[in-house]
């Protein structure tokens, strides 16, 4: 017998939609020829979310919860609230985008803090939105795109002994010939530091690192197409690298251990990567704990932004890195990677470094020299979660598979057919 379209096959074609922004609803809405003004007002009421808010006052929450229900969302608390055993509770708050920005206009006439809270549940929502409206990232003279494609950043490490031992200028020489390989291989911005930051690292002094980085940098500037970013948390070491030309700071310690460093940052109105770490390389990996880990490390960036911000350093500058292998278990990176997207609720670019690092080697059961389709795994799920620039050593593979994996994810506009 033929199948032909009956009602037992499904006469209609049911079929589930995903969506995961209001500009995936608004398209489908398009596709079966919804009136323009109709979708402004449907879309809103189509795209579903959950907002988790933490320590909330018993007063407020319970007032949220009011609010939530009368616009048609949902307010989940802790058991403890009706039991009045506490004085805080976390709250999740459930409903379209409609419900949740009705009750934030709701919450933020009211008492007891719901102004802030009403100011954060909207600067989430935005922050959404967002993600997928395109923004520049201006590092002087370069423009990146961000929305457009994942930028691939290449490491450079000027480690003597990541080369041979024939003093500096062999170090040098071989530092600047890796990053014009890189380059050649498709890296859109260059990485290069002179302190392992890798777990059990000891501190470079910054004379040492001055010694490795600058020669570099200098060498590199009038050469290359593409930014320099300086992997440094020292003022001097930066302040130095900028003034060769450098195009940006990427900071592992998130401007908490040179005090300067924001300062310089601001002063050459470069942009900036705001890492989480717990801990120093030194001691990170001791038996590191969280509570809630993508909280606590939201919270710690939400803090380093603010502080960047305090310094002068400006909103669009600003980059954010989750930190992967910085404190973490392997449990806690793995699911830093699986929720990477949550990350996306402060509307900053975000940056990842997974190249080969110990999270591959303790899954796959393989050494350093064998990580590349871990590595690989990793950036097609990054990109597929909206990160906007991968940190890598193997730029020519890793180039490949973010240009396949953005054309899946961005629907291929980069891509000649
Ligand atoms: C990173 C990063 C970095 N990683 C940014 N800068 C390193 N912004 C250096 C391991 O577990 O992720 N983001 N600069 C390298 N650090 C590590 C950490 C290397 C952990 C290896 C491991 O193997």
Do not use: W
Not at 288 to 294: A, L
């Amino acid at each position: 017998m033929t199948t032909t379209t009956n009602e037992r096959a499904g006469a209609h074609n049911a079929r589930l939609i995903l969506i995961n922004t209001t500009q995936d609803l608004a398209r489908e809405m398009r596709d079966i020829g919804v009136a323009p003004e109709g979708a402004a007002i449907m879309v809103p009421k189509g795209v579903f979310r959950v907002i988790r808010l933490e320590r909330v006052p018993l007063r407020a929450a319970i007032l949220i919860k009011e609010e939530m229900l009368s616009k048609g969302g949902e307010a989940a608390v802790s058991d403890a609230v009706a039991s009045l055993s506490t004085d805080t509770t976390d709250v999740l708050i459930m409903g379209t985008v409609r419900a949740l920005r009705r009750a934030a206009d709701g919450l933020s006439r009211q008492p007891f803090g719901l102004r802030d809270i009403a100011r954060e549940i909207r600067e989430v929502l935005d922050a959404a939105e967002a993600q997928s409206q395109p923004r520049t990232l201006t590092l002087r003279e370069h423009t990146l795109e961000l929305g457009k494609k994942t930028y691939i950043m290449g490491i450079v490490n000027v480690t003597p002994d990541s080369f041979s031992d024939g003093g500096q200028h062999a170090t040098t020489q071989a530092a600047v010939d890796h990053a014009r390989r890189l380059i050649d291989e498709g890296a859109d911005i260059i990485d290069i530091g002179g302190e392992s930051t890798r777990p059990g690292a000891e501190a470079v002094p910054v004379d040492e690192e001055l010694a490795r980085v600058i020669p570099v940098v200098e060498r590199l500037v009038p050469d290359i197409p593409v930014p320099i970013s300086v992997d440094t948390y020292k003022a001097e070491v930066a302040e130095s690298a900028l003034a060769a030309g450098a195009h940006m700071v990427n900071d592992i310690s998130a401007l908490r251990l040179d005090m300067r460093l924001g300062e310089v940052v601001a002063q050459a109105g470069v942009p900036v990567v705001l890492m989480h770490m717990r801990g120093l390389p030194r001691n990170m990996q001791e038996n590191p704990h969280y509570d809630s880990v993508i909280g606590e490390i939201l919270a710690f960036l939400r803090d380093a932004v603010a502080r960047a911000e305090s310094c002068g350093i400006r909103r669009e500058g600003i980059i954010i890195d989750p930190g992967i292998g910085f404190g973490k278990t392997v449990a806690h990176n793995l699911e830093i990677l699986r929720r990477l997207g949550e990350f996306r609720s402060l509307g900053l670019p975000i940056l990842v470094g997974t190249s080969r690092k110990s999270l591959i080697g303790k899954v796959l059961g393989l050494p350093t020299s064998q990580r590349l389709e871990g590595t690989a795994a990793t950036v097609a799920l990054a990109v597929a979660s909206g990160a906007d620039i991968v940190r890598v050593h193997d730029v020519r593979y890793m180039a490949r598979v973010a240009r396949m994996a953005d054309a899946i994810v961005r629907g291929g506009a980069a891509c000649a057919d």
